[in-house]
């Protein structure tokens, strides 16, 4: 029973950091995601252990964080995307500095320091450029806040109805709780909550919804599963204890960490 007081106690002060941080100003958003960005690196680098025989080095979050600051900041408009550029030389700076190494360089450390980039810094820096329609006076936090609505109502009734009717197994190599019925119900009512966000919020219609709630159910999906895999491979049950009663940064965002990516392209298209 305290289990779950802390869970929701937990859930509660989530909600409301992410919220409120969207709601008060997308400055504050890019400053809450630079901390979560930082701990979700330090996570990732802790599970994937590059360079074995020590901690991972200052350049790895230094990197890490400016590739956030570079994508989030063009995204919101503050500086020109033509610099979202010096992220292809951060790679290529990265990859020379583990040449240099003298701790014995290997080729694999510069894929697991450039997946973390990726997996972590990209995604997050993303979720900024969800604020506005590329003009700085065509504000759409509702999109943002829709967003987090939606994997979330997906991830409650996934777990919910999977723990009452799930009997199938979704990927149960990788992750044996998750079940067809449970990933089936989570998408029913992520199109349920997509009807109700395009009344609320009428800067996507009623069929951009239902395919935005799709397009996060599945991505947020293999995400988890990604997720699963990478702690799976690491032999740990979570990836750090920041949220007491949910694991760390990464169980916290496994769905949107993947499923950002793909959101951000459908409302560019559309």
């Known amino acids: 029973m305290k289990?779950?007081?802390?869970?929701?106690?937990?859930?509660?002060?989530?909600?409301?950091?992410?919220?409120?941080?969207i709601i008060l100003d997308p400055l504050a958003f890019l400053v809450v995601f630079s901390l979560f960005t930082f701990i979700g690196l330090k996570e990732?680098?802790?599970?994937?252990?590059?360079?074995?025989?020590?901690?991972?080095t200052a350049e790895?979050?230094?990197?890490?964080?400016l590739i956030y600051f570079i994508i989030g900041l063009s995204g919101l408009g503050y500086i020109d995307i033509r610099n979202t550029a010096i992220i292809f030389v951060i790679f290529f700076i990265q990859i020379a500095i583990e040449l240099f190494r003298k701790e014995s360089p290997q080729w694999k450390n510069i894929a697991i320091i450039?997946?973390?980039y990726i997996y972590v810094s990209l995604p997050f820096?993303?979720?900024n450029a969800l604020y506005y329609t590329g003009a700085i006076d065509q504000p759409r936090a509702g999109i943002l806040i829709g967003v987090f609505v939606l994997i979330w109502t997906s991830d409650i009734f996934a777990y919910l109805i999977g723990s009452m009717f799930g009997k199938h197994k979704l990927f149960e190599r990788?992750?044996?709780?998750?079940?067809?019925?449970?990933?089936?119900?989570?998408?029913?009512?992520?199109?349920?909550?997509?009807?109700i966000l395009s009344i609320f919020v009428n800067q996507l219609n009623l069929t951009q919804w239902m395919i935005l709630a799709v397009i996060m159910v599945i991505s947020g999906t293999i995400g988890d599963l990604a997720e699963s895999l990478l702690k799976r491979n690491a032999g740990i049950k979570d990836s750090g204890t920041i949220f007491p009663g949910h694991g760390g940064v990464l169980d916290r965002f496994d769905a949107v960490l993947f499923a950002i990516p793909m959101v951000f392209v459908f409302i560019n298209l559309i």
Request: proline share 5%.
């Open 174 to 195: 990788i992750s044996p709780k998750k079940t067809w019925e449970g990933t089936v119900g989570g998408l029913v009512f992520a199109i349920i909550a997509a009807y």
């Open 3 to 21: 289990d779950i007081y802390v869970r929701t106690l937990t859930g509660i002060v989530f909600l409301i950091v992410v919220i409120g941080s």
């Open 60 to 65: 790895y979050y230094i990197f890490g964080l």
């Open 114 to 116: 450039l997946t973390g």
């Open 44 to 56: 990732f680098y802790q599970l994937t252990n590059p360079n074995s025989n020590k901690k991972p």
């Open 125 to 127: 820096g993303l979720m």
